[in-house]
């Protein structure tokens, strides 16, 4: 069956930085966009960060410039190098399959018609200032 399991979260001070891994099996990993998303205590699930199969990437305007997302397709896994961490990156970030079109509007939202088809478990983030 479908597994994508994340890990290297943890806690950090700000300014820190962490990378995140997602391993992925039982589908065809180098045919989908991958992402990372992330959800706050008491907010909406948002997107982080994609990258396509050919490479390309997206990333909401809030993790611009900080967050470096990678992608190794002869081991299947998915990679966020997170710096310059602030607070308000708190959260759990959860690994994704994604169909349809691999972009992120600037607030993190996916285009019309793309959707997550498969989700991690989560890795906890906590980052204090």
């Known amino acids: 069956q479908v597994q994508l399991v994340e890990s290297g979260g943890g806690s950090v001070q700000a300014g820190g930085s962490l990378r995140l891994s997602c391993a992925a099996s039982?589908?065809?990993?180098?045919?989908?966009?991958m992402g990372w998303f992330r959800q706050a205590p008491g907010k909406e699930r948002e997107g982080v960060t994609l990258i396509g199969t050919n490479d390309g990437t997206t990333y909401a305007d809030s993790v611009k410039g900080r967050f470096t997302i990678s992608r190794d397709n002869a081991k299947n896994t998915l990679y966020l190098q997170m710096n310059s961490l602030k607070a308000e990156d708190t959260a759990m970030y959860y690994c994704?399959?994604?169909?349809?079109?691999?972009?992120?509007?600037?607030?993190?939202?996916?285009?019309?018609?793309?959707?997550?088809?498969?989700w991690g478990q989560g890795t906890q983030v906590t980052v204090s200032s």
């Open positions: 994704a399959a994604v169909s349809g079109f691999c972009l992120l509007t600037r607030a993190g939202s996916l285009l019309s018609g793309s959707k997550v088809e498969y």
């Open positions: 039982g589908y065809t990993y180098s045919s989908y966009c």
